[in-house]
């Protein structure tokens, strides 16, 4: 091969990557076996630089049906079936082009949903940008990237007519040159009718369904494993092309197929396209593929074997069919106007064979491609000199600050004030279904009809937290998320992860990563929250500079008094409000919002979690909320208690009265495993009987009434709150 040197560059394919393809193949590799190994040999598709730290997770657990290594993981909800869920990154899309990099992530993940046979009934996303406060260019560049991710998660999500119910965002000036857009899709399958990626039985055929393939996303999968620069507009025609009209029409046909014993599996041509789908499908099952290029539907004249192997066409699946049905499997996909062609069929040869007009253009054995891919063990700075530069938190300044111009200026900051203008832009009430949608505070929660439960879903992750600490932020995450769950009166049960991180050439990165997910492995098995499913998406880097590490969260747990979910906010005069905490609480600043705003660092003291106490948090709220002892709960995260009380009073409309003689500290300081909750003063006392024997205690904090805000010495109406929490926002976005 000529200039082999700048054939691999362009490839992101070193030397001794080039040597192992020598020795798979007995020979050298032509163009299109080279572009395959790339994009399976990817950071996206391989995992490389990730995979050992991924090994002990725990995944198992007696309600789990299907954990990692599928197209999503499913959990048992109970009646006879399954919540199919998972969250992937699509941020370099994104960020080069918002609006179509948002959508296709948003399509993406529905489709590994709705691949296993169930479908999808809600979303979540987790979006994080760089400060949209500012008036300079790069203020008004994150607002364009806003409106553009915002526009194309509601865009796709609404054409699809699935809810978008609840999500996450942020704002940090890490994130200016790579913001992060997670897309998380949960659907209901029953457990007898699930469906996988798997290509099995001899001379059954390979069928391409869906779309045309095209030259759009042509080398997503490389590009997405690749740091940024200056030049990073020219990848423009990697970021795909999708059409939520074509894949409403490919999720009613899947789901019209599934109906029929017409299948073995099938597969979503994600990232890679048709080369992954097909080496997973064949790799799985231990089996040999030939498939003819030259069948493939395409969108464009003379494309080549290459395009059409690593184009990232959307709305596009692969299935294995089972041998005499191919007229039936036709039949529904011609009446739903969608494309589908035989283009191969399973072998025993072990081997990928590709045909171009009868010609063979690659052979690949499937096995060694996946076996023999690159496994890296990079460096790892174990006392992360990051660390270091960061200054102190001056603390001693933070408790002389003013407590309401600190309360006014944390209520109008883009994390804490009111994001209608985001969810407003989402339907969350087609499919019927939504009980808490998004604006309303923590978990979203929908109503299951199938066997008539509820399923409390949450997005989360402190990445200024994790940035101080990753292994003590993830672990928060893993436990917010839970706890969220169990403050709408549910109970937990698995998690999926979307770990987003910077270059992996990075040493500091690499701890970074090393410890986020020990912190995930400890939360995940002392919480009982097994991991089902999950991404990785690294080099989010741009010019050197490396993003918070931010392992976005996201858990679902199951709500069996359908008709008795918790609320967050606060609404009835006369009610008491109590925070649950544990005994030793103790509110820092570090990582902290009002240190972000107000020190000049947020590098102080962290307040770790206890997970025994976490998780007996979880079981106190589950049994007061059967009992009848909350009228509502509330968790106390950014901005600390005092914001999460104004919070709660300013959704449920209604003023508040402090009683509580706390500090600064104890106000506006932030920890783990503390919530609020509004009663009735004859049921304090049985609420506190089911803390006995633990570490959690009730402290009274403030009365419900009136028209004004009145906590400790901050004093604001009702109503100059309330225009401040839900309009600035919008000012931010719309008028700076």
């Known amino acids: 091969m000529e200039n082999l040197s700048q054939v691999l560059k362009q490839h992101k394919l070193t030397q001794e990557d080039y040597d192992k393809i020598l020795s798979i193949l007995g020979r050298e590799p032509n163009l299109v076996e080279l572009g395959i190994f790339s994009a399976m040999w990817s950071e996206h598709c391989s995992y490389k630089s990730s995979k050992i730290y991924l090994n002990g997770f725990p995944t198992r657990a007696p309600w789990v049906i299907q954990g990692p290594g599928e197209n999503a993981g499913i959990i048992d909800i109970g009646g006879g ?34 691949t296993m046979g169930a479908r999808v009934v809600a979303s979540l996303n987790s979006i994080r940008f760089g400060d949209i406060t500012k008036k300079d260019s790069m203020g008004a560049k994150h607002r364009y990237l806003l409106r553009g991710v915002v526009a194309g ?12 119910i609840g999500g996450e965002m942020s704002f940090e000036p890490s994130y200016e040159g790579n913001i992060l857009v997670n897309a998380f899709s949960l659907g209901i399958v029953k457990n007898d009718e699930i469906f996988y990626g798997k290509a099995e039985g001899i001379g059954n055929p390979v069928i391409y369904v869906g779309s045309k393939t095209g030259r759009d996303g042509l080398g997503g999968a490389v590009m997405s494993s690749d740091s940024f620069s200056e030049d990073s507009k020219s990848l423009r025609p990697t970021v795909q092309v999708g059409d939520p009209f074509t894949e409403k029409l490919l999720l009613e046909a899947c789901l019209e197929l599934f109906q029929q014993d017409l299948i073995v599996g099938i597969q979503d041509m994600g990232a890679a396209g048709l080369t992954s789908s097909s080496f997973e499908m064949a790799g799985r099952s231990g089996s040999g593929m030939i498939m003819h290029l030259d069948k493939v539907p395409m969108r464009e004249s003379g494309m080549t074997p290459y395009e059409l192997m690593l184009s990232e066409s959307q709305e596009r699946m692969l299935i294995c069919a089972k041998k005499g049905c191919e007229a039936k499997i036709i039949e529904i996909f011609s009446k739903w106007e969608l494309d589908c062609a035989i283009i191969g069929e399973v072998t025993n040869s072990g081997k990928m064979e590709l045909f171009w007009y009868n010609e063979k253009c690659a052979e690949i054995p499937i096995a060694p491609l996946s076996e023999k891919a690159p496994l890296l063990r990079r460096p790892i700075s174990e006392n992360p000199h990051y660390l270091d530069s960061i200054a102190p938190l001056d603390k001693q300044s933070l408790e002389t600050q003013d407590t309401q111009k600190v309360f006014e200026s944390l209520l109008k900051s883009p994390e804490i004030c009111d994001k209608a203008w985001v969810y407003t832009q989402y339907d969350s ?16 929660v929908i109503r299951v009809k199938e066997n008539g439960k509820g399923l409390g879903m949450s997005v989360a992750c402190q990445s200024r937290l994790c940035f101080l600490d990753p292994k ?16 709408r009166g549910g109970r937990a049960l698995a998690i999926t992860d979307c770990l987003n991180f910077g270059s992996p050439e990075n040493p500091e990165v690499m701890w970074q990563f090393k410890e986020s997910c020990e912190g995930i492995k400890e939360a995940c098995k002392a919480l009982n929250t097994p991991v089902v499913s999950g991404n990785v998406s690294l080099y989010n880097q741009t ?22 979910v918790l609320q967050s906010h606060f609404n009835e005069a006369g009610l008491e409000v109590y925070r649950l905490a544990p005994r ?21 003291e962290i307040a770790r979690i206890s997970l025994k106490d976490e998780l007996f948090l979880w079981s106190a ?18 901005g600390g208690l005092a914001l999460a009380l104004a919070k709660a009073c300013i959704r449920g409309n209604i003023g508040v009265q402090s009683v509580a ?76």
């Open 621 to 638: 709220l589950n049994t007061a909320n059967e009992h009848g002892l909350l009228k509502a709960a509330v968790d106390i995260y950014q």
């Open 472 to 487: 003590e932020g993830a672990k928060q995450a893993v436990a917010k998320v839970g706890r969220d769950i169990a403050l």
């Open 153 to 164: 998660i509601g865009g796709y999500g609404n054409c699809m007519g699935v809810p978008t």
């Open 81 to 114: 079936y399954g919540a199919v869920f998972k969250m992937e990154s699509h941020n370099h899309p994104s960020f080069i082009e918002p609006y179509a990099g948002a959508a296709t992530g948003v399509g993406g993940i529905m489709r590994d949903i709705f």
């Open 584 to 604: 030793d609480i103790q509110p820092q600043f570090g990582a902290s919002l009002v240190a972000k705003y107000f020190g000049n660092s947020f590098k102080s």
């Open 429 to 444: 009430s087609v499919q019927t279904n939504t009980i808490i949608p998004s604006g309303a505070g923590g978990a979203s």
């Open 661 to 736: 003689n706390l500090s600064f500290s104890e106000w506006f300081g932030e920890a783990p495993t503390q919530v609020l909750v509004a009663l009735e003063p004859q049921n304090l006392k049985n609420l506190s009987s089911l803390l006995e024997d633990s570490n959690l205690t009730l402290t009274k904090i403030a009365t419900l009434d009136g028209a004004a805000l009145q906590i400790d010495k901050i004093s604001l109406s009702l109503q100059n709150a309330h225009q401040t929490f839900y309009q600035q926002f919008q000012n931010i976005v719309e008028t700076l």
């Open 543 to 564: 010019n050197g500079k490396d993003i918070y590490p931010t392992p976005s969260i996201a858990g679902v747990g199951v709500i069996d008094a359908v008709d008795n």
